[in-house]
């Protein structure tokens, strides 16, 4: 199955979306080492990481219901059952992340005008930079 395919697979459920987020990627945190005396220090390992904020409001539905929190409660309690990957602005989609870690929590403002949202972090351990592809997710 090629990206397209898996990104296209949400119809039945196989692939599952956030809603539109506010997130960024900056530079991964490199480990070095030195293996021998008379050589520079090479790189071993590195950590990246998607930090997001998530304004959906849609946190508390009527009824009880907390679409939202159980998103997200979801991912958490099981990272392992999941693959990640995350879409850009500019029609570029990133991944697919096999092995993650989620923070993610609540926010809320010390105020009734501020704004209540999740804030998030992924991290995954890869020297290698994602290739991105280019891909249409109108009508999706």
């Given at each position: 199955?090629?990206?397209?395919?898996?990104?296209?697979?949400?119809?039945?459920?196989?692939?599952?979306?956030?809603?539109?987020?506010?997130?960024?990627?900056?530079?991964?945190?490199?480990?070095?080492?030195?293996?021998a005396s008379c050589q520079p220090e090479g790189v071993v390992g590195a950590e990246?990481?998607?930090?997001?904020?998530?304004?959906?409001?849609?946190?508390?539905?009527?009824?009880?219901g907390c679409l939202a929190y159980d998103f997200w409660n979801t991912i958490l309690s099981e990272p392992s059952s999941y693959k990640f990957g995350y879409y850009t602005c500019d029609g570029y989609f990133y991944g697919v992340i096999n092995d993650f870690q989620i923070e993610i929590d609540e926010v809320i403002e010390d105020n009734n005008t501020g704004s209540t949202y999740f804030d998030g972090t992924i991290l995954w351990n890869s020297i290698e930079m994602l290739c991105p592809v280019k891909v249409d997710l109108s009508g999706l």
């Amino acid at each position: 199955m090629d990206l397209v395919e898996k990104i296209n697979s949400r119809a039945n459920g196989d692939v599952v979306f956030s809603g539109l987020i506010l997130g960024q990627k900056p530079k991964g945190s490199f480990t070095k080492k030195r293996i021998a005396s008379c050589q520079p220090e090479g790189v071993v390992g590195a950590e990246k990481q998607l930090t997001f904020q998530d304004y959906n409001t849609d946190t508390i539905t009527p009824g009880g219901g907390c679409l939202a929190y159980d998103f997200w409660n979801t991912i958490l309690s099981e990272p392992s059952s999941y693959k990640f990957g995350y879409y850009t602005c500019d029609g570029y989609f990133y991944g697919v992340i096999n092995d993650f870690q989620i923070e993610i929590d609540e926010v809320i403002e010390d105020n009734n005008t501020g704004s209540t949202y999740f804030d998030g972090t992924i991290l995954w351990n890869s020297i290698e930079m994602l290739c991105p592809v280019k891909v249409d997710l109108s009508g999706l």
